[in-house]
């Protein structure tokens, strides 16, 4: 029986899947499948993210997306999933985990890079490795006593290290007072002025 151009197509599509699977199935060989993601949730909390699969992220590993066509593929369709499969070379800096958890308002679904999960310091597998970042995040962040915020960046900082600044915006137009406070050893108050002409 003759090849028709949709068994090619098909053909090549189940090759590129098959790197993937391959990509996937080595990492899980020296690594077990996790079962969260955790992630630092402000300066409040870590969130935990209930890991649904394991995928590559294709648009990392190429360009664009893979070809697709409708109802038929053509001669050209075809030589573009070839040219693609050449190309696509998926390894596990590529590898990415869908996740799920639930917000007050619902369930959110996402996905993260591995990379982003082993070389960010807000995410990790292990719950016990955000630690040390959270409690860095409540001590600049977490409202204390004798302490303001910083309009801007939203730290909290000692009174002698803010300093008063206007900044010209429709959104204050309603408060008392165009002054507000912003830290005195960096740009704060010019960002906020730039980030309200935007
Ligand atoms: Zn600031």
């Not at 070379?89 to 082993?118: A, Q």
């Given at each position: 029986m003759k090849e028709t151009l949709l068994d090619k197509f098909n053909h090549i599509e189940l090759i590129i899947k098959k790197k993937e699977e391959n990509t996937c199935n080595a990492w899980l060989k020296s690594n077990e499948m996790p079962k969260f993601i955790y992630e630092l949730a402000g300066y409040k909390s870590i969130r935990e993210k209930k890991v649904t699969g394991i995928r590559i992220d294709s648009h990392e590993v190429c360009e664009g997306f893979i070809p697709s066509f409708k109802k038929r593929p053509t001669r050209k369709d075809l030589d573009s999933i070839i040219e693609y499969?050449?190309?696509?070379?998926?390894?596990?800096?590529?590898?990415?985990?869908?996740?799920?958890?639930?917000?007050?308002?619902?369930?959110?679904?996402?996905?993260?890079?591995?990379?982003?999960?082993?070389?960010?310091?807000?995410?990790?597998?292990?719950?016990?490795?955000?630690?040390?970042?959270?409690?860095?995040?409540?001590?600049?962040?977490?409202?204390r006593e004798g302490y303001l915020e910083c309009a801007y960046c939203h730290k909290q900082r000692l009174p002698k290290d803010l300093r008063q600044a206007t900044v010209i915006s429709r959104m204050y137009i309603n408060y008392k007072s165009n002054k507000r406070n912003y830290c005195k050893d960096s740009d704060c108050a010019s960002h906020d002025q730039m980030a309200h002409e935007g």
């Open positions: 499969n050449e190309l696509y070379d998926p390894n596990e800096n590529h590898i990415g985990f869908s996740y799920t958890y639930s917000e007050t308002y619902g369930s959110i679904s996402g996905f993260d890079n591995l990379i982003d999960i082993l070389t960010n310091n807000r995410k990790s597998f292990r719950k016990e490795d955000l630690i040390p970042e959270l409690k860095k995040m409540k001590e600049l962040y977490e409202p």
